[in-house]
T-cell receptor, first 115, second 114 residues
């Protein structure tokens, strides 16, 4: 079955540091890939997505590139802020048409940014 | 409302008690999903509705779990004879339909079974 593996946390960085959160996946078909973020006390929010190989998703300074050859979708940001502190989830969906398939999530990476 | 609404936000149940968790999806959204998120884990798929039809319930962990969406809008997840291992956050998500892959999540219901 499908699975998502992401780096264990917590990840603690200083403000303005470079961020990478690794994510690799296993899927039977050609999934769409997502990063969701969960800020303290809030629900899951879509951060960015990519629906096919070599696509780059970007939002709020975060980027991730769909790498089919390495089955990866690593999340990066050039300069993190304290407000980026949250739990980040990598996820996939086999159904790029937005139909029946739910999301398969990784376990989440807790990011802590210190001033 | 503007987003997916879940109620109650918190529920404490005694072991053996039945509980009902409610989800109000975004108006007009065809697809509705329930997920279970254990502490320190990612959400895990429970069940999926397209309008009022429950098309996939493969993730429901036991026959004590039951979900319905009788009019294709509000959904209820019911857990009978709750057990401690049912303690988790239950998330609801809705999606507009075939051409939109973004799922919008509610804030979840935190269920604690004591």
């Amino acid at each position: 079955g499908d699975s998502v593996t992401q780096m264990e946390g917590p990840v603690t960085l200083s403000e303005e540091a470079f961020l990478t959160i690794n994510c690799t996946y296993t899927a039977t078909g050609y999934p769409s890939l997502f990063w969701y973020v969960q800020y303290p006390g809030e629900g899951l929010q879509l951060l960015l997505k990519a629906t096919k190989a070599d696509d780059k998703g970007s939002n709020k300074g975060f980027e991730a590139t769909y790498r089919k050859e390495t089955t990866s979708f690593h999340l990066e940001k050039g300069s993190v802020q304290v407000s980026d502190s949250a739990v980040y989830f990598c996820a996939l969906s086999e159904d790029s048409g937005g139909g029946a398939d739910g999301l398969t999530f990784g376990k989440g990476t807790h990011l802590i940014i210190q001033p | 409302g503007a987003g997916v609404s879940q109620s109650p936000r918190y529920k404490v149940a005694k072991r053996g008690q039945d509980v009902a968790l409610r989800c109000d999806p975004i108006s007009g959204h065809v697809s509705l999903f329930w997920y279970q998120q254990a502490l320190g884990q990612g959400p895990e798929f429970l069940t999926y509705f397209q309008n009022e039809a429950q098309l996939d319930k493969s993730g429901l962990p036991s026959d004590r779990f039951f979900a319905e969406r009788p009019e294709g809008s509000v959904s209820t997840l019911k857990i009978q004879r709750t057990q401690q291992e049912d303690s988790a956050v239950y998330l609801c998500a809705s999606r507009s339909g075939w051409m939109n892959t973004e799922a919008f999540f509610g804030q979840g219901t935190r269920l604690t079974v004591v």
